[in-house]
């Protein structure tokens, strides 16, 4: 009985060997009585295995995800994968999205027996270690709500036609998708616009409180001219046409100009236009869109989200050095870090008509009727260095002191040198065809917030329509609530004051529109990059510092929940002989891993305006040599198969126009080089005055394919890297792109505006039609 019960004879194996093995049972209790682990010891007898694979179960649970786009059908440059458990869409039958089985069984997955809960401030990127799927969901999250947006955004821009710009046929069917989509990623198009409506579309009359409590006072056409808006004393002449047939054309203060004009129509195509289209359309030509002298260098634009026939941009210029003259004050041994005098400053709104297209939902720019300065607003301020629009326009009709009806556009924010944010609430007239502009002077604005002592406010955005954030030169933020006033009614008090960098913030951004508002993005001049969650703004923050130079521009893409700026050759980790700059996206489940986008020309200069749309994926670069770049960024950064390289979506980078500036000679001028009230000692800080001189466009570029990677160095380049000199461009300053902004409208996505350090403003629909 006992020899039956005998176990049988084990074969003998080779032990494996562990990094425990050279202690002995004394040494293992020693080392476990002083441990200061909550948690039981394992014994020293039991074999630890390790798992072959560390798989979430949670991602193996989650098959494949679809959706049914109802978007039409278009020609796709990449194919959709089928692959098994690599293929991930979004399906949506009967108004519910469910998530289907997977094919195939889960594989075995070690446990973790820690009861302890975690904390994470991001998850590693794995791009190159897991399926397509799990790099889906790693990056974008589990959830269906998670990924719905960027599978979306992949199914509709990842065609050929949008590999640079957008097509109008993508934006409506990107209009079409947010319509029957129940996600919160964007509303809609801020409201309908309805004539006669007093109520705004959100029901909450803001900015009709906001306008009672501000004070804007008349002022006659003479005093705007001597004081807000002086007058250059020589045209801006532009030279504008197709290589080697430019014309040269004397642009005006303030007057709009067609360069479509400059370009001859080809009647071979005007002819096929006319065979293939309706005559209710206009025939578009090749190139086309407005160019307006403001007469000094552009500071930033900024499109106000309304929605109907006229679209409305604010643009603010640089203070002239008379203007600055005109205030006594001095300036102190720092001035970027404390409050500057008073002088004057003005903000301009110009009005576009617009009209529709062969493409539902879409409109474009109307040439019947030229642009117009519709409203100017003269401040005492300071220079106006930041202006950002609120997300929700509240648009209807409001009582005018004159029984005169305007149209209320929205409320606008604004950061100036005296170190103080302010909101304003802006009206337009009814009429678009009002020959003369509203002139005012804003003498005190709905919202007045004071900086904190010995700072000053540096940047600001909206985190929602009723949240402001704002950043000062001592590397704190603040958030503000809209609603809450103080007992005069215009100030605010913050509730929530949080010290993110250590020095100047230098740009700042929400993840608006989408459900994470609450987290804000900000640079600091420094270079250090920072994503804070206000609701545990101590706890969940992540820092990455950066050796490079601080960027203005930091936006955010609602479509991959993602941040995007810009990285000069300072920042790079490789050491490279190039000067040139990059456009890195970090997305906000991977903060810290920077995705690059693209890559700028060599010697064009640093990334100096950034934009993107929350309709589509473009993002339009500005750098200092004048260019302006425009790149499909989801072509970067959305995952495919690695084992088969056919399945990725070549990036592309195409410029949209070049910019050439130069100053007027002294025989162009008459003999004088430099007015007599700017020959005095040059201001260090604010620089010289905007010079006379001639602008030049060339266009009609190629896209070209983008490569990020360290290039092989070639023999000349070997050479300049062991002399250890790299070349650096050096460029005028009003040559440089200053300010870029798409327009937020989905029915207008496609209008950007782009402003330079001369004074010109263009503004174009960038939009196509091509199949």
């Given amino acids: 009985?006992?020899?039956?019960?005998?176990?049988?004879?084990?074969?003998?194996?080779?032990?494996?060997?562990?990094?425990?093995?050279?202690?002995?049972?004394?040494?293992?209790?020693?080392?476990?009585?002083?441990?200061?682990?909550?948690?039981?010891?394992?014994?020293?007898?039991?074999?630890?295995?390790?798992?072959?694979?560390?798989?979430?179960?949670?991602?193996?649970?989650?098959?494949?995800?679809?959706?049914?786009?109802?978007?039409?059908?278009?020609?796709?440059?990449?194919?959709?994968?089928?692959?098994?458990?690599?293929?991930?869409?979004?399906?949506?039958?009967?108004?519910?999205?469910?998530?289907k089985h997977s094919r195939h069984n889960p594989r075995p997955h070690l446990s973790s027996r820690t009861t302890t809960s975690s904390h994470s401030r991001g998850i590693p990127s794995g791009r190159t270690h897991s399926s397509k799927r799990g790099?889906?969901?790693?990056?974008?999250?589990?959830?269906?709500?998670?990924?719905?947006?960027?599978?979306?955004?992949?199914?509709i821009w990842l065609k050929g036609p949008d590999v640079t710009l957008p097509s109008r046929i993508s934006i409506s069917a990107s209009i079409e998708q947010s319509r029957s989509s129940t996600s919160s990623r964007v509303t809609t198009d801020y409201g309908e616009y309805v004539p006669g409506s007093s109520e705004s579309p959100d029901k909450v009359p803001l900015a009709h409180m906001m306008r009672r409590s501000q004070v804007l006072l008349t002022i006659e056409k003479q005093g705007l001219r001597a004081k807000y808006l002086p007058t250059p004393a020589v045209a801006h002449s532009v030279v504008?046409?197709?290589?080697?047939?430019?014309?040269?054309?004397?642009?005006?203060?303030?007057?709009?100009?067609?360069?479509?004009?400059?370009w001859p129509a080809d009647p071979k195509e005007e002819a096929v236009q006319q065979e293939q289209g309706s005559s209710s359309f206009r025939n578009r030509r090749r190139h086309e869109g407005w160019l307006i002298n403001v007469g000094e260098s552009v500071q930033c634009l900024a499109w106000a989200p309304v929605s109907g026939p006229i679209q409305y941009l604010a643009i603010v210029t640089r203070c002239?050095?008379?203007?600055?003259?005109?205030?006594?004050?001095?300036?102190?041994?720092?001035?970027?870090?404390?409050?500057?005098?008073?002088?004057?400053?003005?903000?301009?709104?110009?009005?576009f008509e617009t009209e529709s297209t062969r493409t539902t939902g879409v409109r474009t720019l109307s040439f019947n009727a030229k642009p117009r300065l519709a409203l100017v607003v003269g401040t005492d301020w300071g220079d106006i260095r930041r202006i950002k629009w609120c997300p929700s326009a509240?648009?209807?009709?409001?009582?005018?002191?004159?029984?005169?009806?305007?149209?209320?556009?929205?409320?606008?924010?604004?950061?100036?040198?005296?170190?103080?944010?302010?909101?304003?609430?802006?009206?337009?007239?009814?009429?678009?065809?009002?020959?003369?502009?509203?002139?005012?002077?804003?003498?005190?604005?709905?919202?007045?917030?004071?900086?904190?002592?010995?700072t000053i406010?540096?940047?600001?955005?909206?985190?929602?329509?009723?949240?402001?954030?704002?950043?000062?030169?001592?590397?704190?933020?603040?958030?503000?609530?809209?609603?809450?006033?103080?007992?005069?009614?215009?100030?605010l008090t913050s509730y929530l004051r949080q010290q993110v960098h250590n020095t100047y913030v230098t740009s700042i951004c929400a993840a608006w529109p989408s459900p994470c508002s609450a987290f804000i993005a900000s640079n600091s001049a420094s270079g250090e990059l920072v994503m804070t969650d206000l609701r545990s703004p101590d706890q969940d923050r992540i820092s990455i510092p950066r050796a490079c130079f601080p960027h203005r521009d930091l936006l955010f893409s609602p479509l991959t929940r993602s941040f995007i700026t810009g990285l000069d050759r300072a920042g790079n980790t490789h050491v490279e002989t190039h000067s040139a700059t990059f456009l890195v996206c970090h997305h906000m489940r991977q903060f810290s891993s920077a995705l690059r986008i693209a890559r700028l020309p060599e010697l064009s200069g640093a990334a100096t305006a950034l934009a993107s749309s929350p309709w589509h994926p473009c993002i339009l670069v500005g750098n200092a040599r004048g260019q302006v770049l425009s790149t499909n960024y989801l072509r970067k950064v959305l995952p495919f198969r690695r084992g088969d390289a056919g399945k990725a979506a070549n990036a592309y980078l195409q410029k949209i126009c070049e910019y050439d500036w130069r100053p007027l000679s002294a025989d162009e001028l008459g003999g004088d080089l430099v007015p007599s009230h700017e020959r005095k000692e040059l201001d260090l800080y604010h620089g010289r005055g905007l010079r006379a001189g001639v602008s030049r466009f060339n266009e009609g570029f190629k896209p070209e394919r983008i490569e990020v990677a360290s290039m092989p160095s070639t023999k000349k380049k070997r050479q300049q890297k062991d002399s250890g000199v790299v070349a650096e461009a050096v460029f005028e300053e009003e040559q440089a792109v200053t300010a870029v902004d798409w327009c937020p409208n989905a029915s207008c996505a496609g209008l950007a505006a782009i402003g330079w350090g001369s004074g010109i403003v263009r503004v174009q629909d960038l939009a196509h039609d091509l199949t």
């Fill in 320 to 351: 002239t050095s008379r203007q600055r003259q005109s205030v006594p004050g001095e300036v102190g041994d720092r001035p970027a870090f404390r409050p500057s005098p008073p002088y004057p400053s003005s903000i301009q709104i110009w009005a």
């Fill in 240 to 262: 504008l046409g197709p290589w080697g047939r430019q014309t040269k054309i004397d642009l005006a203060h303030l007057s709009p100009l067609d360069f479509g004009q400059a």
């Fill in 457 to 491: 406010f540096t940047s600001l955005a909206f985190m929602d329509p009723s949240n402001l954030v704002v950043g000062a030169s001592d590397g704190s933020i603040q958030v503000f609530d809209l609603a809450s006033r103080g007992k005069d009614g215009r100030s």
């Fill in 1 to 99: 009985m006992a020899s039956s019960a005998r176990r049988p004879v084990r074969q003998r194996k080779a032990n494996p060997k562990y990094a425990n093995d050279g202690w002995d049972k004394e040494t293992l209790r020693i080392l476990r009585a002083s441990s200061e682990s909550s948690g039981s010891s394992p014994n020293e007898n039991l074999v630890s295995r390790i798992g072959s694979e560390d798989k979430d179960p949670s991602l193996e649970g989650a098959g494949d995800l679809s959706v049914v786009s109802t978007a039409p059908s278009q020609p796709s440059e990449i194919e959709s994968p089928s692959e098994e458990d690599d293929d991930l869409s979004l399906s949506s039958e009967d108004d519910t999205t469910t998530l």
């Fill in 394 to 454: 509240q648009t209807g009709n409001t009582g005018h002191t004159g029984g005169r009806p305007d149209v209320l556009i929205g409320l606008l924010g604004a950061i100036s040198t005296d170190g103080y944010a302010r909101v304003l609430a802006l009206n337009m007239p009814e009429e678009p065809n009002s020959g003369s502009p509203i002139i005012v002077r804003a003498e005190q604005a709905a919202i007045t917030v004071a900086p904190p002592v010995d």
């Fill in 135 to 155: 790099r889906y969901q790693k990056t974008y999250g589990p959830e269906v709500q998670d990924l719905s947006d960027v599978i979306r955004a992949r199914d």
